[in-house]
């Protein structure tokens, strides 16, 4: 099995720890051989397999009325989402050894582009450019 840590806010760890005494409590009458050390798991004690995952994914989908949906679509959309803010972060959260991999989930829209370019300051520099040049002029 493959480990890849994942930064998170303390927020998330406080969550976290809530679930952990959900967990805690749903697990009492499990036998102890029964626990396998998952953080989520389902209704019988039993780790969560993708099979159910995706079935629970696709129901939330169609109650908010989204095309299906699988993992590997969340994991699509988040690391295009991270990978606008910080390629290399993304990288290391994906677990790739590679930036191009990354990269290959990235989608630049052109709003996304105008933004970029916003807040750069590339075309207010280039207009505040040609309206200094036109004040020489005069």
Known sequence: MRHVSCPSRWATAEAVDEWLKVRKRAMLNAPKDADEGWLFIAETGAKNDELRYTKMLQRLAAWAGLPKINAHHLRHYSLNKLSKIDVVGAQRIAGHKDTKTTLGFTQLDAGHVADV????????????AKKASRKRLV
């Open 117 to 128: 370019h916003e807040r750069a300051g590339v075309v207010s520099g280039i207009v505040a």
